[in-house]
């Protein structure tokens, strides 16, 4: 028993270590830093999560991630790319009948041609 509230004891103690050592090294780094790394952190796993690829998506991909896009235009997208070959530029998007320059500048982060 003595031997399991010693052990207990000596985890409770590597945690509270381990917390005063992390918060000191997070609060060496000014706080403006700390709020910019966030943020880009969070924008660049949003953006990762939002983006899609039109050489390469399905239909049911652009419908999902593009803003303004059904079922019609994003099997449209596909039609283009299979008649016409890849996208060379986000902007090419507007030559697919039924998506103009109000739906590509919704979308253009989201847009990735690779």
Known sequence: MKILKNLGI??????LATSVVAKENVKSVPKEVQKTEVTEQQQVALQDLNSVNINTATAAELKDKLVGIGTKKAQAIV??????GTFL????????SGIGK???EKNRERILVN
């Not at 000596?10 to 945690?15: D, E, R, Y």
């Open 89 to 96: 530029s986000v902007e090419q998007i507007t030559e697919v």
């Open 79 to 84: 039609e283009y790319r299979e008649n016409n």
């Open 10 to 15: 000596s985890v409770l103690l590597g945690v």
């Open 102 to 104: 109000a739906t590509l």
